[in-house]
């Protein structure tokens, strides 16, 4: 660089301008100046080039010291790491929150990388101060976003299970969510062998996925939810992330036909067993028609229809009821009646349930699983509703694979 010598041009012009003097001397009366205005502009030419450069250099090494956030940021995604950079390598890196507590680190074998290594915090303000090698030093300060709420989600099935060839992907949010899209992307749902399948919300804090058809027994499927700095909308952002896992297990179909009172269950295309019915007294609590998912299943239950809106004066009921396999949120069970047996099979005098046998309920606890399909037809109670919470698959997919992710906007 041409700083690292200044006196090099003064120097040249000086040795010129004694020699000019010697010959002015024998032309002429009188002395000579020791310098011209030509060498003061060029001592101050040197001074400003050699400022410059340092100047430039101070600003090149300002430059090397990097920060992947910037100073004065708001709302920085507290999921994800924060990193100062350096190739002249860093000599002291401090990242503290507004209580002056030190995040956990980790600092590159080259030391020319610095991250934060540990998840920040909602509605926090952090200060990093670092040093490289070179000598440079920056402050910088960010915040995180302020999160009203922060929500929490619970998944289904549980991890580890097997299910039926029916189970839908639950994903329940702790708060409402009104950018459902945003959720939706944090969803990841990985299938083997691939599978099309699709979301829908049921209500603003539940979605849905779920194939066009039935699962193929074996399937394998994993569920992640990359929850955490997500924001929802509404001031909630996401809570800790969350997975789940399960398999696919064999095709066990249950039809109930309201014209035969029968129920035939079908274990991979086979008929296990047909087994007589009362369902829904006909014109008052006729059992819906569609498809159902098993859901909950206990070996005692006391069924009490005040929690579904009838009254107990109204008809309603208080029961201990024994082997109750869930078939709808709206309270529709498959159990054990022993006070119907004389209707099994010829009339039908149930609040709506499949009353069978006890030990017929039994059997059939011991051989469905949750996700397993029950199909009931040929009654006059319309159709249970896609949104009761085990009746997703009365949804077409031309419907359900639309979505409604702006329902609610």
């Known amino acids: 660089m041409h700083s690292l010598f200044p006196s090099a041009r003064p120097a040249v012009l000086l040795s010129s301008l004694i020699a000019t003097a010697s010959l002015l001397t024998a032309c002429t009366i009188g002395g000579v100046e020791n310098s011209s205005p030509a060498d003061s502009h060029s001592e101050a030419d040197a001074q400003v080039s050699a400022a410059a450069d340092a100047s430039a250099s101070a600003a090149a090494k300002a430059k090397q010291l990097q920060f992947s956030v910037k100073d004065g940021a708001s709302d920085v995604d507290p999921s994800e790491p924060v990193e100062v950079t350096s190739p002249a390598g860093l000599?002291?890196?401090?990242?503290?929150?507004?209580?002056?507590?030190?995040?956990?680190?980790?600092?590159?074998?080259d030391s020319t990388t610095w991250k934060s290594a540990e998840v920040l915090g909602y509605n926090r303000t952090y200060t990093i101060d670092a040093t490289d090698k070179d000598g440079t030093h920056k402050t910088i300060?960010?915040?995180?976003?302020?999160?009203?709420?922060?929500?929490?989600?619970?998944?289904?099935?549980?991890?580890?299970?097997?299910?039926?060839?029916?189970?839908v992907i639950g994903v329940r949010f702790g708060n409402y969510v009104t950018d459902r899209k945003a959720a939706e992307k944090a969803i990841t749902v990985k299938t083997e062998p691939a599978v099309e399948g699709a979301f829908y919300w049921v209500n603003n804090q539940e979605v849905?996925?779920?194939?066009?058809?039935?699962?193929?027994?074996?399937?394998?499927?994993?569920?992640?939810?990359?929850?955490?700095?997500?924001?929802?909308?509404?001031?909630?952002?996401?809570?800790?992330d969350a997975s789940t896992n399960f398999?696919?297990?064999?095709?066990?179909?249950?039809?109930?036909?309201?014209?035969?009172?029968?129920?035939?269950?079908?274990?991979?295309?086979?008929?296990?067993?047909?087994?007589?019915?009362?369902?829904?007294?006909?014109?008052?609590?006729?059992?819906?028609?569609?498809?159902?998912i098993i859901g909950?299943?206990?070996?005692?239950?006391?069924?009490?229809?005040?929690?579904?809106g009838l009254a107990l004066d109204a008809g309603g009921y208080k029961t201990d009821v024994q082997w109750a396999t869930q078939m709808s949120y709206s309270g529709i069970y498959v159990h054990a009646a022993p006070w119907a047996v004389g209707a099994m099979g010829s009339y039908n005098q149930s609040h709506?349930?499949?009353?069978?046998t006890t030990e017929?309920?039994?059997?059939?606890?011991n051989t469905v699983k949750r996700g397993?399909?029950?199909?009931?037809?040929?009654?006059?109670?319309?159709?249970?509703?896609?949104?009761?919470?085990l009746g997703d698959w009365n949804m077409d997919w031309e419907t359900w694979s639309a979505g409604n992710a702006t329902a609610n906007q």
């Open 91 to 109: 000599k002291s890196v401090t990242m503290t929150n507004e209580a002056g507590k030190v995040v956990e680190d980790e600092l590159s074998s």
């Open 141 to 167: 300060t960010f915040t995180t976003p302020q999160a009203a709420a922060v929500s929490e989600v619970a998944l289904s099935p549980l991890p580890d299970s097997e299910v039926g060839v029916g189970q």
């Open 208 to 240: 849905r996925w779920r194939p066009q058809n039935y699962w193929e027994p074996g399937t394998k499927v994993t569920v992640d939810v990359d929850l955490y700095g997500r924001n929802l909308g509404g001031g909630v952002y996401g809570g800790e």
């Open 247 to 292: 398999t696919i297990g064999d095709r066990v179909i249950t039809l109930v036909d309201n014209n035969t009172k029968m129920m035939s269950v079908f274990k991979n295309g086979e008929v296990l067993r047909r087994i007589p019915v009362s369902m829904g007294r006909d014109g008052q609590w006729d059992t819906p028609n569609g498809a159902y």
């Open 296 to 308: 909950d299943q206990y070996p005692s239950l006391t069924m009490d229809s005040t929690t579904f």
């Open 352 to 356: 709506g349930c499949i009353n069978v």
């Open 360 to 365: 017929a309920a039994q059997w059939f606890q």
């Open 372 to 389: 397993d399909i029950v199909r009931v037809s040929n009654t006059g109670g319309g159709v249970l509703s896609p949104l009761d919470g």
